[in-house]
């Protein structure tokens, strides 16, 4: 087994905010069918319950933390492509890091090999689903804890 070591940090905050008509907007505003989930009287009635849900969440700070340390994971999870992938310098040009990075040693593979690897991309389909199972993260020290003012 090979072993690689890397140190991964992060610090974050999370700015609470109420939720509002113009959270709202912002939130549905990519939707495909924006004017109309926006006229619809159940998009504000479930807004508006999810306001009361947000005022309660807020009055418990056990279970504030809880939802938090999970909102937190979530951020991580969406995030990770569109933060930290830019970060590893992917060739110019290239929607899939993975690829870019893999596509010279494919390149030098056999005929059968490249063919198959091609009809993948083509397909649009993952070619290393696989070999991303050889590679096993262990977190020596994780801890999540809220910072004090």
């Given at each position: 087994?090979?072993?690689?070591?890397?140190?991964?940090?992060?610090?974050?905050?999370?700015?609470?905010?109420?939720?509002?008509?113009?959270?709202?907007?912002?939130?549905?505003?990519?939707?495909?069918?924006?004017?109309?989930?926006?006229?619809?009287?159940?998009?504000?009635?479930?807004?508006?319950?999810?306001?009361?849900?947000?005022?309660?969440?807020?009055?418990?700070?056990?279970?504030?933390?809880?939802?938090?340390?999970?909102?937190?994971?979530?951020?991580?999870?969406?995030?990770?492509?569109?933060?930290?992938?830019?970060?590893?310098?992917?060739?110019?040009?290239?929607?899939?890091?993975?690829?870019a990075?893999?596509?010279?040693m494919?390149?030098?593979?056999?005929?059968?090999?490249?063919?198959?690897?091609?009809?993948?991309?083509?397909?649009?389909?993952?070619?290393?689903?696989?070999?991303?199972?050889?590679?096993?993260?262990?977190?020596e020290?994780?801890?999540?804890?809220?910072?004090?003012?």
């Amino acid at each position: 087994m090979i072993l690689k070591k890397y140190r991964f940090t992060a610090e974050c905050t999370f700015d609470i905010e109420d939720l509002t008509s113009d959270v709202v907007r912002r939130s549905l505003k990519p939707h495909p069918d924006y004017e109309d989930i926006i006229k619809d009287k159940e998009t504000w009635e479930s807004a508006n319950r999810q306001r009361r849900l947000l005022h309660a969440l807020l009055q418990e700070k056990a279970a504030l933390d809880r939802f938090l340390r999970i909102q937190l994971a979530y951020q991580f999870q969406d995030l990770a492509m569109e933060v930290i992938t830019p970060q590893l310098d992917p060739p110019e040009g290239s929607d899939d890091p993975e690829v870019a990075i893999l596509l010279p040693m494919i390149e030098r593979m056999s005929a059968e090999d490249i063919a198959s690897f091609a009809r993948l991309m083509e397909e649009d389909e993952c070619i290393v689903d696989l070999l991303n199972e050889c590679f096993i993260l262990k977190l020596e020290r994780l801890t999540v804890s809220e910072v004090s003012k």
